[in-house]
């Protein structure tokens, strides 16, 4: 791996100064302090780095994961001073400044800012964000590599149970995504032992009406039906081929209604039964397509989604996995493992990460917006490396 380096390349310029302007712009200084009030997490000392200025630093650090900290640090203090003048002050630049206060922020506040600032982005109606009157959402999973540490490998766990199968502990997420914009909405994270299902379980809170959400066959279980059709939103689920799921009646576009069970005691004596509606298709002429797909859904009537325009949104779900990507290769310039060494600064970054992400996706909607593009057709990576050199000069201009 290649180690940290000390300063920026090419030293400081003025484009170089940290994406500051830009993340101040979509985390605005006094929603930042609202937040960490929120939570108890303000700063409460006047000799302390100040807090918010270390969640502009976790955000930073992200975008720039090969530069050292104090050179990071140093680069956010001076863009924030920038925009906000001597309301933020300035403070020692050192590691042991740095790991104090990081640990004094704690890995909550990243939580709280996160969840105050971060929502779908896409305007009600705007073009490939919503089908009919839902927006498309997507749940997946994926996992991150951290430092192999003790702290980390007791809370975090080896992927296949040891050390001796993997070289790094690892933490797994569940992601809600907007799919037309790569926005990750709402996240969940938890050591790698922890299932998919019991991270997304978490998200369901976050789940509205007015959501069509998108997931892969792994989450399917009657449990987790029913739990997600009681938040109102609308569901569109890939199950596996081999769910018992007989044709009860047969609808005009050649779907079907068919009822789930939580087992078959309940299927003899009919009871506590699910209605749901099943779309079976193939995909001729689509390279390195399954013979077979099989969906549920409680969208019963096909008047309301019939079944060869809900097929074709399916297929939306690998977005959500190019959010990832984004966020694991992109954003990070291929670095595979996270910076921090213990567990609750780990939880720290990894939300830092996802602050860093949103306001990315939504610099990019923005300018879509502008050109009348949409945004998945615009360039993460390029978008990366724009947000890197030039976001100072944007904060300039008080957000």
């Known amino acids: 791996m290649a180690r940290t380096e000390g300063v920026l390349p090419g030293g400081a310029r003025l484009a170089d100064y940290l994406t500051v302007g830009y993340l101040a712009f979509n985390c605005p200084l006094d929603k930042v302090r609202e937040a960490l009030t929120g939570c108890g997490a303000h700063t409460r000392k006047r000799r302390d780095l100040p807090r918010e200025v270390l969640v502009y630093f976790v955000m930073a650090m992200c975008l720039y994961p090969r530069v050292a900290y104090e050179e990071v640090l140093r680069l956010v203090i001076e863009g924030l001073r920038r925009i906000y003048g001597d309301e933020v ?3 020692e630049v050192t590691k042991a400044a740095i790991s104090q206060g990081r640990t004094r922020l704690g890995w909550e506040a990243m939580r709280a800012v996160f969840d105050r600032q971060v929502s779908p982005v896409a305007g009600e109606g705007a073009q490939g964000a919503w089908y009919r009157r839902w927006r498309v959402m997507g749940i997946d999973g994926s996992t991150l590599d951290v430092p192999d540490e003790k702290g980390n490998a007791e809370a975090f766990g080896y992927p296949g149970g040891g050390r001796g199968e993997a070289g790094f502990p690892q933490i797994r997420f569940v992601g809600l995504g907007e799919c037309a914009t790569h926005t990750l909405c709402k996240v969940e994270m938890g050591g790698c032992r922890e299932s998919e299902n019991a991270l997304a379980r978490k998200l369901f809170p ?22 997600t059709t009681a938040t109102g939103a ?3 689920w890939r199950v596996k081929s081999n769910l018992r799921l007989p044709r009860e009646t047969v609808l005009p576009d050649g779907s079907y209604l068919s009822t789930i069970y939580t087992g078959d005691r309940d299927r003899r004596h009919k009871q506590n039964g699910i209605t749901v509606r099943v779309i079976e298709y193939g995909l001729e002429g689509v390279p390195d397509a399954e013979p077979f797909y099989r969906l549920v859904t409680n969208i019963l009537d096909p008047a309301e989604g019939p079944a060869a325009e809900l097929a074709a949104l399916y297929h939306q779900r690998w977005k959500i996995e190019g959010m990832f990507d984004e966020v694991k290769t992109h954003l990070r310039e291929e670095r595979k493992v996270l910076r921090s060494k213990t567990p609750d600064l780990v939880r720290q970054e990894f939300y830092g990460l996802m602050l860093t992400h949103a306001a990315i996706r939504r610099l990019m909607y923005e300018a879509a917006e502008h050109t009348g593009q949409l ?15 030039r976001l100072p000069e944007a904060g300039a201009l008080s957000p």
Do not use: Q, T
């Open 89 to 91: 002050s300035e403070a």
């Open 234 to 236: 609308a569901l569109l």
């Open 206 to 227: 976050s789940l509205e009406p007015s959501m069509l959400v998108i997931a892969d066959r792994l989450f399917f279980g009657y449990d987790i039906w029913r739990e």
């Open 375 to 389: 945004a998945e057709d615009l360039s993460f990576v390029h978008a990366v490396r724009v947000l890197a050199r």
